[in-house]
């Protein structure tokens, strides 16, 4: 099972703040991406919001990160059955204006864990075919517990930042 909680982008990405923890039910400014035509990336199913403890033993969380609680939200992609080897979940942030700075701080929260999470990367997609140029990945489950990323990115031109995610299991 993989989750990715919410995002927290610093140096005024989009001319402000912009924490999202999901919290209002809403996948804030992101969207499921339903095509990605060119690049021959396919998007074969959708991260969803979800609260308290996964549906499948011995993954998780079975608290959301900003309070703690059952009762957070975060979203979520289920990686077990129906899943099918290959399968690809994106979900992309809208297109965020050129910042007049050359560098901003996408910062988000994530959690892996359980057999054969699979592979979770960050793009970020300027001009040109999806996904785009691959920012950050990590590919290690983790344990039971919330982990924290930061990565860097270019600013001073229009972009998109996604989230792709590739289930391997057995």
Request: charged share 20%.
């Amino acid at each position: 099972m993989f989750k990715l909680f919410g995002y927290k982008a610093e140096n005024s990405f989009y001319g402000q703040d912009n924490t999202c923890n999901f919290d209002a039910n809403t996948l804030c400014s992101w969207s499921n991406v339903r095509i990605l035509k060119a690049g021959g990336v396919s998007d074969d199913f959708d991260w969803t919001l979800y609260a308290g403890s996964t549906p499948t033993d011995d993954t998780g969380p079975s608290v959301d990160h900003t309070a703690g609680t059952d009762k957070g939200t975060y979203a979520f992609i289920e990686s077990s059955a129906p899943r099918v080897l290959g399968e690809k979940a994106w979900m992309e942030s809208p297109e965020i204006p050129a910042l007049g700075q050359s560098v901003v701080c996408f910062r988000f929260w994530y959690h892996k864990y359980g057999e054969n999470m699979g592979n979770l990367s960050v793009y970020q997609h300027q001009l040109g075919p999806r996904p785009g140029n691959l920012v950050w990945s990590d590919v290690t489950e983790h344990g039971d517990r919330w982990l924290s990323a930061q990565i860097p990115l270019l600013a001073n031109v229009n972009f998109r930042v996604g989230n792709l995610v590739v289930p391997v299991f057995g």
